[in-house]
Antibody, heavy 122, light 108 residues
Framework: QVQLVESGGGLVKPGGSLRLSCAASGFTFSDYYMSWIRQAPGKGLEWVSYISSSGSTIYYADSVKGRFTISRDNAKNSLYLQMNSLRAEDTAVYYC???????????????WGQGTLVTVSS | SYELTQPPSVSVSPGQTARITCSGDALPKQYAYWYQQKPGQAPVLVIYKDSERPSGIPERFSGSSSGTTVTLTISGVQAEDEADYYCQSADSSGTYLVFGGGTKLTVL
């Protein structure tokens, strides 16, 4: 069965960096687009970024553009999110999700991990 | 930036019908998707492509679309349906994905 397991969350000071990982299993990882989605405490969902199956196409939400970098290693069935210049407003649970996409368009997310909490605080 | 608008809360009694709306200018052009999220859990897809139901989702969940508004309908609401519900779609270019603010469904 499809499994997505995030790791790498924790407490970091404003301006600091953190790298999240998502280990995928139960499906052919290299066939799928993947996304990161976050949820601030007590708030709604916010799409952060997606990456195409080959890694050649990447998009970011305006709120993280220039600070976050999404990447993947298909040989290791892993998705990553490098987060730099972190701010208090980046505090959230970060989910990785498998995308359903066609012709370069991501439509929706059919499987989600359980999330990893990132807290940005001094 | 593009936004989807949902009511913050909806309340219904068990056995009644709950309707949760989601409005956005690009919805006539882009499909909408609905997710259910219970406390401490990851979201679960309950409707895709406006009105399709994934396998394993009860038949009481349905979706519809009319112009700039899509609606999630839960018929014969059960206590276990109490959760937050989020609509999701894309901007008019289809490039950037967006979620509605979420609706808390309370079963009285």
């Amino acid at each position: 069965q499809v499994q997505l397991v995030e790791s790498g969350g924790g407490l970091v000071k404003p301006g600091g960096s953190l790298r999240l990982s998502c280990a995928a299993s139960g499906f052919t990882f290299s066939d799928y687009y993947m996304s990161w989605i976050r949820q601030a405490p007590g708030k709604g969902l916010e799409w952060v970024s997606y990456i195409s199956s080959s890694g050649s196409t990447i998009y970011y939400a305006d709120s993280v553009k220039g600070r976050f970098t999404i990447s993947r290693d298909n040989a290791k069935n892993s998705l990553y999110l490098q987060m730099n210049s972190l701010r208090a407003e980046d505090t959230a649970v970060y989910y990785c999700a498998r995308d359903i996409a066609a012709a370069g368009i991501v439509y929706y997310f059919d499987y989600w991990g359980q999330g990893t909490l990132v807290t940005v605080s001094s | 930036s593009y936004e989807l608008t949902q009511p913050p809360s909806v309340s219904v009694s068990p056995g009644q019908t709950a309707r949760i709306t989601c409005s956005g200018d690009a919805l006539p052009k882009q499909y909408a998707y609905w997710y259910q999220q219970k406390p401490g859990q990851a979201p679960v897809l309950v409707i895709y492509k406006d009105s399709e139901r994934p396998s394993g989702i009860p038949e009481r969940f349905s979706g519809s679309s009319s112009g700039t508004t899509v609606t999630l309908t839960i018929s014969g609401v059960q206590a276990e349906d109490e959760a937050d519900y989020y609509c999701q779609s894309a901007d008019s270019s289809g490039t950037y994905l967006v979620f509605g603010g979420g609706t808390k469904l309370t079963v009285l």
